[in-house]
């Protein structure tokens, strides 16, 4: 099933446009003609099943016979990823992280990050495109320029963990996360956290995890991360 992204509420009844990359989606790819059916997703819990009743250039118009609401779990899953040098491993992890039904998404710099600033129009775009391709309902929220000391210091609902490196007694995240429980967890960049960071995120009550004996990749672990607490809510249910 091909899904549309339209940002904002959807009404049974509703009459909308779609315009440039979804249109051109849905007639030049797709081939849709007028009286397709069509299912629209805004990243906010909404579904609409409708169908396309005008094609004019580069824009479509549709009628909302049926929106689908889903809520929200009352648990809430953040993962915070340091900035990384290359886009590219950043692009790819974004996508996955919405394909995997993160709620938040931090991407912060710290003592060890190369590069400090995201291109936030391009991560939306890869974000929404997950989006349509999981078929998940609600888009997480992303944020960027965050410096790690407010990383830290911030208010998270919640457990707070942190994965590093470093010799230190750490349980298995596997086995500190319980299921339904929110949780903020995060990853170093690829030169790991540095000493003092790993001091501060203590003070500030981040307990410190392992995500097993492999060393993996900044962007590798934080998927793994996703991964083992996605699993955990999906056996408890």
Not at 42 to 68: A, C, F, W
Not at 75 to 94: C, H, N, P, Q, V
């Amino acid at each position: 099933m091909n899904y549309f992204f339209h940002p904002g509420s959807l009404s049974e009844g509703e009459g909308l446009n779609l315009i440039d990359e979804e249109a051109r989606h849905a007639i030049k790819v797709l081939r849709l003609t007028k009286g397709s059916s069509i299912q629209l997703i805004n990243g906010l819990g909404q579904l609409g099943e409708g169908e396309l009743t005008n094609v004019s250039g580069n824009r479509i118009s549709v009628t909302i016979h049926k929106v689908i609401s889903e809520s929200k779990p009352d648990y809430e899953i953040s993962i915070g990823l340091a900035m990384l040098k290359k886009r590219d491993r950043l692009e790819w992890f974004i996508e996955k992280a919405v394909e995997l039904a993160a709620d938040k998404i931090f991407i912060f710099s710290s003592q060890h990050t190369e590069k400090s600033n995201a291109d936030m129009k391009r991560l939306n775009k890869i974000a929404v495109s997950a989006l349509k391709q999981s078929g998940n309902l609600w888009m997480p929220e992303i944020i960027t320029g965050v410096g790690f000391q407010d990383m830290v210091s911030g208010s998270y609902k919640g457990s707070k963990f942190i994965a590093h490196c470093r010799d230190e007694e750490k349980k298995l995240l596997r086995d500190t996360y319980h299921a339904s429980e929110s949780a903020l967890v995060l990853i170093g960049p690829e030169g790991d956290f540095s000493e003092p960071e790993i001091k501060l995120a203590h003070d500030h009550g981040f307990v410190p995890v392992s995500l097993g004996e492999l060393r993996l990749r900044a962007e590798t672990a934080a998927l793994s991360t996703l991964i083992t607490m996605q699993i955990a809510n999906q056996v408890a249910h």
